[in-house]
Each structure stands twice: as structure tokens, then as C-alpha cells.
């Protein structure tokens, strides 16, 4: 069965805090892996990542891949209030259907 | 269009009765998919179009459940004869290629 799994599951911080957030999954078929960022409204696209050990950067926010032992992470440095919220990783699968499945997300709450 | 709009945003009915949710992708993309999100967890898969073919509905819990996409565009997630297990937020999602974008859901709350 696919299944991804992200930990921690909810993290308190400061804001100016870095924090690491993880994803490992066991699938087959493998496409891609997604991070989406969840407030109160529609996931959000942040990164998609294909290839291992090549870092995605956006402002504040990266992420790498790592193919051979099934993870990846989630970097945000200098965290700020605005960066609340519920972050997904999804593994975008092939198998003749396609579809995501996705882990159950990590609750980030940065404290002022 | 801009981004994936679904409607209603909000829909409060009672047991046995029937719903139609609707999504509405961004223009050009070929992809529909279907997710249902219960508090707390990952959104899952129910089904996915091609076009206005319907290429997996493996994630659909039963045959209450149905999806059409007449015209390649526009999507309708039907549920028949509603239970209070249905209560979810139902999300739409469309790709053109890249990455899936969501839209904002149907909140379903069956009474």
C-alpha cells in the first residue's frame, strides 16, 4: 500500500525560528513529490521535486529529495508569523491512473 | 481562468437526499482530480479525468458516488442518497502538465 508519512506532526516555534520538516514515503511508482502549504483555504503549491540532491529554493523556504532513502525535507529559515499553517507532502504516483497521496500534514505554529 | 473555483463553498443537507458539487479547473488543463478531506488529515484520492474521460475512479467509497466531466472542462461530483459519513471537504484539483492547484473545496455537512 502507498503511504507517506510526515513528522513531526505539529511544531511550536518562534518566529525567527528554522525549522526542518520531514517526509518519508514507500510507493510505487514514483513521479514526484509535492509540499503544499495549508491555511484556511486551498493547499497552496510550494515546491515539486523530481530528481535527487538538487535543492529547490523560493525566498525563505527550500527543499531537496532524497530517492534512495525515500524523503525529503522541508527547510523555512527566519520564520515569521505568516508562515502558520499546515504543511503537505504529496507523492504524485503513475501506475496507469495517476494521483497524489499525500501524508497528514505537519501543523506549524510560529509564535510572535 | 485564474484558478480552480468549485461550488457551492458550503452545503448543508439533509440524510438521504442527493448533492452536486461542481469544479470549475483552470483553463487548458487536461487533469481533474477529486479529493475528500476529513479534519485533520491529507486530502485522498476519489477520482481523476483526462479530458472528459474518467480514467481512475478506484477512490470512490461506493456506488453512491459518481463523477462526470461531459465536456472536458467543467466537473460534477454527485452523491446519492447522502449519509453523515459523507460529511467532508470535498477538493477539486486540475494539472496541466505540472503540478496539481486546488481549489478552495465544498464543505459537505450532512445533517
Known amino acids: 500500500e502507498d503511504k507517506v508519512v510526515q513528522s513531526p506532526l505539529s511544531l511550536v516555534v518562534h518566529e525567527g525560528d528554522t525549522v526542518t520538516l520531514n517526509c518519508s514515503y514507500e510507493?510505487?511508482?514514483?513521479?514526484?513529490l509535492l509540499w503544499y502549504k495549508q491555511e484556511k483555504k486551498a493547499p497552496t503549491f510550494l515546491f515539486m521535486l523530481t530528481s535527487s540532491g538538487i535543492e529547490k529554493k523560493s525566498g525563505r523556504l527550500s527543499s531537496i529529495l532524497d530517492k534512495k532513502e525515500l524523503f525529503s525535507i522541508l527547510n523555512i529559515t527566519a520564520t515569521q508569523t505568516g508562515d502558520s499553517a499546515v504543511y503537505l507532502c504529496?507523492?504524485?504516483?503513475?501506475?496507469?491512473?495517476?494521483?497524489?497521496?499525500f501524508g497528514q500534514g505537519t501543523r506549524l505554529t510560529i509564535n510572535p | 481562468g485564474a484558478g480552480v473555483s468549485q461550488s457551492p463553498r458550503y452545503k448543508v443537507t439533509k440524510r438521504g437526499q442527493d448533492v452536486a458539487l461542481r469544479c470549475d479547473p483552470i483553463?487548458?488543463?487536461?487533469?481533474l482530480y477529486w479529493y475528500r478531506q476529513a479534519l485533520g488529515q491529507g486530502p485522498e484520492f476519489l477520482t481523476y479525468?483526462?479530458?472528459?474521460?474518467?480514467?481512475?475512479k478506484s477512490g470512490l467509497p461506493n456506488d453512491r458516488f459518481s463523477a462526470e466531466r461531459p465536456e472536458g472542462s467543467i466537473s460534477t461530483l454527485t452523491i446519492q442518497r447522502t449519509e453523515q459519513r459523507d460529511s467532508a471537504m470535498y477538493r477539486c484539483a486540475s494539472r496541466g502538465g505540472g503540478p496539481q492547484y486546488f481549489g478552495p473545496g465544498t464543505r459537505l455537512t450532512v445533517l
Open positions: 479525468f483526462n479530458y472528459e474521460a474518467q480514467q481512475d
Open positions: 504529496a507523492v504524485f504516483i503513475i501506475q496507469g491512473a495517476q494521483k497524489l497521496v
Open positions: 510507493v510505487t511508482n514514483f513521479r514526484s
Open positions: 483553463s487548458g488543463h487536461v487533469s
